[in-house]
């Protein structure tokens, strides 16, 4: 991308303040990120999920599979649940939801110091894509829903504190539907509070030589946990995240960039001296097991 004579830098929100970061190769997981892009090409891309796969008086995918990648395969968790999103499901590549009683389709992206958001609403015809150079940033996604609601003629949303309080940035107050007041109010943070609450951090119950080494998955690769002057750190996939120890063998891992803590789970073992194993919670899908990388060294 930087060979370009117009390109983005990667931006990252820091004491208040947005300060330039530096850019990362992500060869290793390819297509996560991988392709660089403007407005022209992906309002190309939108039309031609717009059109069911024909481009230019061309069919290159039938409307057959299109229908079939636009339609819900499986359901899936989501940060938005509330009473203008309130069911999330995947599809084969894409995130479809009903937005405010229409059908939606969309999907958005995160790397380091840029987010992005593509949607489009098949039935009216309309297709948005929003991108940022700020990391983990939800201006893509308020940007998004404000111009869906103007194109549809829908009272408007303040989406901006509407989402910052679902991502748990402001405290929340219980939605209440004003056109059905006796409704039961929809709780729509509950399980991303539960998801964003701080972990309880105490000193850890045995050596950190103990954890310490490298863990493998046959999809995922390569997990490396190290002993720093601070700690014990992850490494996976060349992203460094720092890790805080919150009793019974677990961890609290910050992914710095995305602003997400995930639980590291490990299993020692039997004379419970040294770790085995590693469980994450890393699938999207609602009761999935997490995922288990064993130690190799």
Known sequence: MQLQPDYSYPYMEKDGKNTRIPFRAIDAIGPAGSINSNLVD?????????????????????????????????????????????????????????????????????????????????????????????????????????????????????????????MGKEPSEPETNPENPLEVPIQADTAVEENIEEPHIIPCDRPYTAYAGIYTHPGYGEMSIQETTDGLQATFNAIEMPMEYTGKDTFSVEFVLFGLKITYTFTLNESSEVAQSISIPLLLEPGTKPIEFIRVS
């Not at 999103?85 to 380091?112: C, F, K, N, Q």
């Not at 700020?134 to 509407?162: C, Q």
């Open 42 to 166: 992906m309002i190309a891309w939108l039309q031609f999920q717009l059109h069911q796969g024909q481009w230019e008086g061309s069919s290159l995918i039938s409307k057959e599979q299109m229908k079939i990648m636009h339609s819900p395969q499986m359901p899936s968790d989501s940060p938005f649940i509330s009473q203008e999103l309130p069911v999330s499901t995947y599809g084969l590549g894409w995130m479809i939801e009903p937005y405010r009683g229409h059908a939606m389709i969309h999907h958005g992206g995160a790397i380091d110091g840029f987010a992005s958001q593509v949607a489009f609403l098949p039935e009216e015809q309309i297709g948005i894509v929003v991108l940022s150079n700020t990391n983990g940033s939800i201006i893509p996604y308020t940007v998004a829903f404000h111009i869906m609601d103007r194109l549809l003629g829908l009272e408007p949303v303040n989406w901006s504190s509407k989402l910052s309080k679902l």
